[in-house]
């Protein structure tokens, strides 16, 4: 079921809040230059950090720990091994494996917005707000009390959660695995319950919710047919036992945190047995990845930074509204143009001040970026020019 409304914003209404959006967008700015700046320090402070780590690190036998080698960075691998059985309260469900995974989903109300704009001479603007109702199964919680219509429409409490049900006590021969370390072994796999398992849950559960077994997971309600305001799916994955390894500073039996001279803590864990090398190296594949993601969402932002800062004079301009779409196509190549231009310069200050090689092709790939973007606005704003 929809809904709409419709709302008219004066121009000089629209001007005032278009000055807020532009000094947000600037802030913005500043933050992802901030964000830019920091995430290359991070990228080079991780990886001297596991140069430095894959240069010292010593393979140690799992089944004996050497006092001498207290303090220093170890690599273990093996079987992991646990006498404990991770278990979730509410349902009673226990299984041998390392970790217990619960997933949630609840049948509710949701509600989805959308709006369209237009223009009038003068500037004013008239915003069609259309708000539109459907039950669907989410993990999130809907509060049906915040819906801008919410007659007929309540969202009992999600009183379910998500859960995360650990072993308490693991090891890998004579190394003990705190908590840490076994949170960080994430092979995960779906679990399916048997069907046979259905009256023993509704005993643990009780009579709230009528329990059925659907597709090896729980469903809760009276009819997973017809699913009804308020019923819930719950899934469940394992982490299972299996080998693992290790890399951390010896301390006692356990392993904790390596600080390293240039700046990071190492920890390393992986499932499966793999080599000191291996590890190292999925550890600085890693690191490249999060670092060309945050540098992409950082230069994204500063587009969207400088397109709320110049957003101010395409509502100056829709006076008249033709012109005021004319300056709103300028400004969105101007905004590309300066946030790509100060993103990579960003970058490549960053790299001067950690690596100032490599920063060199960094200036050339942005000014060349920068130069393309203003060749195109250029040539955009002649063609629409001359259409006008």
């Known amino acids: 079921m929809q809904y709409q409304e419709t709302t008219s914003v004066s121009w000089f209404g629209r001007i005032k809040n278009s000055a807020v959006g532009a ?39 799992a089944n004996s720990i050497d006092p001498a080698n207290e303090g220093k960075l170890v690599h273990v691998t093996g079987q992991v091994v646990t ?83 650990p072993v308490e006590n693991a090891s890998i021969g004579e190394f003990r695995l705190s908590s840490s370390v076994i949170a960080m072994i994430d092979n995960q796999e ?50 299972p036992i299996g080998p693992a390894s290790v890399i951390g500073r010896q301390t006692g039996n356990g392993f904790t945190e390596y600080q390293t001279v240039a700046g990071d803590r190492l920890l390393l864990v ?23 993601v945050l540098r992409a969402a950082g230069v994204f932002f500063l587009v969207v930074g400088f397109s709320m800062v110049l957003g101010l004079l395409g509502v100056i301009a829709d006076v008249i509204p033709f012109l005021g779409s004319i300056v709103r196509l300028g400004t969105g190549l101007v905004a590309w143009c ?12 960053a790299w001067f001040w950690y690596r100032p090689l490599v920063s060199l092709a960094v200036i050339v790939v942005g000014v060349a970026i920068s130069w393309y973007f203003g060749q195109r606005a250029k040539k955009k704003a002649g063609v629409t020019t001359a259409a006008a």
């Open 338 to 349: 300066l946030g790509t231009l100060v993103g990579t310069m960003t970058i490549a200050v």
């Open 23 to 61: 000094l947000v967008g600037f802030f913005a700015i500043i933050a992802m230059i901030c964000l830019l700046f920091w995430n290359e320090g991070r990228a080079v402070t991780t990886a001297r950090s596991l140069e430095e780590g894959a240069g010292i690190v010593i393979s140690v036998d």
């Open 83 to 165: 006498n404990d059985k991770p278990s979730d309260p509410d349902f009673g469900i226990t299984v041998t494996a390392l970790q217990l995974l619960r997933s949630v989903e609840m049948y509710q109300w949701i509600e989805e917005t959308s709006s369209e704009s237009t223009t009038s001479l003068g500037g004013s603007e008239e915003i069609t707000t259309t708000y539109s109702y459907s039950t669907g199964w989410s993990e999130q919680e809907h509060d049906s009390s915040n819906f801008r219509y919410p007659q007929g429409r309540d969202n009992p409490p999600m009183e379910i959660r998500r859960g995360y049900f």
């Open 190 to 239: 779906p679990l399916k319950l048997p069907a046979s398992n259905e009256e023993a849950i509704q005993d643990v559960f009780g009579t709230a919710k009528r329990v059925h077994i659907v597709n090896g997971n729980i469903y809760l309600g009276d009819n997973p047919q017809n699913p009804q305001v308020g019923d819930y799916r719950v899934s469940y994955r394992v982490v």
């Open 270 to 292: 992986n499932d499966g047995v793999l080599t000191a090398e291996q590890m190292f190296k999925d550890a600085e594949r890693d690191n490249a990845i999060l670092t060309w």
